[in-house]
């Protein structure tokens, strides 16, 4: 009996994951909202964003008339997410925490509570994406122990869930998701994969869930929010003194707090100076700069890993220099499952 299937939908206080809800209620589903706090964040005057988010996430399972939980990963959040982006951008990395929050956090913590504590039958979040499965396919999936050693990989390739882009694809986030276990995305409904960002607006505006409308979209990493990055992350990391070298002419055009704020292809504001320049280089580990890699097959999304080096940049197209190698290293492509087995091209 359909009415009987629960499904954990992770509610964050935004229309995305509000009008996910909805759809899962009408779809006869016996719905629970979870609201995950991640991150003990002030704005600039002292609020707790998380709070205010918690409020809204409430307000609307109210609304919907299902139960409301909510948990708190803030530990695992930094252990996981946070202290691995700062151990990144301090050697001169540029890492995504959303691909890794979804890795350790939504998909992990969040997807394990909703099934061991909960009983869920699926969960379900807002994103823009789909996957290969129906629903009913969803609810048929068992969690199955992969077997140890030798057919481990085997097993994974027969029993592989593809992770697809969503049919809006301004918004599709496969990007944020490309990291994601098998185990999870077997139970994973997408209720938005199939529809554009202006008809959810439209569904949100026609239940009354007008106070998630008012929202201004969450942008950019979430726990830097509205505050200036280089100034939240220096709260963090010791600056690093240095200098902006132009590489046409090894002239010192400005000095910098730290080369670990910038990214290759970065423009860099440099004081004083109008014309625009662009991060093309960084002493530091050369070739080691890492930017979060993500490989598609037409519509699906097969997986992402860390790229170790670099192709050349136009200045040294221009120069005629040779074209290093693009090395990837990271998860296993399209299974988020195991370090260390990204291919090599």
């Given at each position: 009996?359909?009415?009987?299937?629960?499904?954990?939908?992770?509610?964050?206080?935004?229309?995305?994951?509000?009008?996910?809800?909805?759809?899962?209620?009408?779809?006869?589903?016996?719905?629970?909202?979870?609201?995950?706090?991640?991150?003990?964040?002030?704005?600039?005057?002292?609020?707790?964003?998380?709070?205010?988010?918690?409020?809204?996430?409430?307000?609307?399972?109210?609304?919907?008339?299902?139960?409301?939980?909510?948990?708190?990963?803030?530990?695992?959040?930094?252990?996981?997410?946070?202290?691995?982006?700062?151990?990144?951008?301090?050697?001169?990395?540029?890492?995504?925490?959303?691909?890794?929050?979804?890795?350790?956090?939504?998909?992990?913590?969040?997807?394990?509570?909703?099934?061991?504590?909960?009983?869920?039958?699926?969960?379900?979040?807002?994103?823009?994406?789909?996957?290969?499965?129906?629903?009913?396919?969803?609810?048929?999936?068992?969690?199955?122990?992969?077997?140890?050693?030798?057919?481990?990989?085997?097993?994974?390739?027969?029993?592989?869930?593809?992770?697809?882009?969503?049919?809006?694809?301004?918004?599709?986030?496969?990007?944020?998701l490309s990291q994601v276990s098998q185990d999870a995305l077997r139970r994973t409904?997408?209720?938005?994969?199939?529809?554009?960002?202006?008809?959810?607006?439209?569904?949100?505006?026609?239940?009354?869930?007008?106070?998630?409308?008012?929202?201004?979209?969450?942008?950019?990493?979430?726990?830097?929010?509205?505050?200036?990055?280089?100034?939240?992350?220096?709260?963090?990391?010791?600056?690093?003194?240095?200098?902006?070298?132009?590489?046409?002419?090894?002239?010192?055009?400005?000095?910098?707090?730290?080369?670990?704020?910038?990214?290759?292809?970065?423009?860099?504001?440099?004081?004083?100076?109008?014309?625009?320049?662009?991060?093309?280089?960084?002493?530091?580990?050369?070739?080691?700069?890492?930017?979060?890699?993500?490989?598609?097959?037409?519509?699906?999304?097969?997986?992402?890993?860390?790229?170790?080096?670099?192709?050349?940049?136009?200045?040294?197209?221009?120069?005629?220099?040779?074209?290093?190698?693009?090395?990837?290293?990271?998860?296993?492509?399209?299974?988020?499952?195991?370090?260390?087995?990204?291919?090599?091209?």
């Open positions: 009996m359909q009415g009987a299937r629960h499904v954990v939908c992770a509610v964050s206080g935004g229309v995305d994951s509000a009008v996910a809800a909805l759809l899962l209620r009408r779809r006869g589903y016996q719905v629970t909202g979870v609201f995950m706090k991640n991150w003990d964040s002030l704005d600039e005057h002292g609020v707790c964003t998380a709070d205010k988010d918690c409020e809204d996430a409430y307000r609307v399972c109210q609304i919907l008339d299902i139960p409301f939980h909510q948990v708190s990963y803030v530990k695992e959040y930094w252990n996981d997410v946070f202290s691995d982006f700062l151990n990144e951008y301090e050697k001169g990395r540029t890492p995504n925490p959303d691909i890794v929050c979804n890795k350790h956090i939504k998909f992990s913590c969040f997807f394990n509570y909703a099934v061991d504590n909960l009983g869920a039958d699926a969960v379900a979040t807002g994103h823009y994406a789909r996957t290969s499965l129906e629903d009913e396919e969803v609810f048929q999936q068992k969690h199955v122990k992969r077997p140890e050693g030798l057919f481990r990989n085997r097993f994974e390739i027969r029993n592989v869930v593809k992770l697809l882009q969503a049919a809006d694809s301004f918004k599709d986030q496969t990007f944020f409904l997408f209720p938005l994969g199939g529809l554009t960002k202006d008809f959810v607006k439209k569904i949100a505006a026609e239940n009354r869930l007008h106070h998630v409308l008012q929202k201004k979209e969450s942008m950019g990493i979430c726990f830097v929010g509205k505050r200036n990055f280089e100034n939240f992350i220096l709260q963090y990391l010791q600056p690093r003194p240095g200098k902006f070298i132009s590489i046409e002419d090894n002239k010192v055009l400005g000095t910098h707090k730290g080369w670990f704020l910038y990214t290759l292809g970065q423009r860099a504001n440099i004081g004083g100076l109008r014309e625009p320049w662009y991060v093309v280089e960084k002493d530091g580990v050369r070739g080691d700069v890492l930017v979060f890699a993500v490989f598609y097959k037409g519509g699906e999304c097969l997986g992402s890993g860390k790229i170790l080096r670099l192709g050349p940049s136009a200045y040294t197209l221009q120069k005629g220099r040779s074209r290093p190698d693009v090395t990837v290293e990271g998860s296993s492509i399209g299974r988020g499952d195991s370090p260390g087995q990204g291919p090599t091209l």
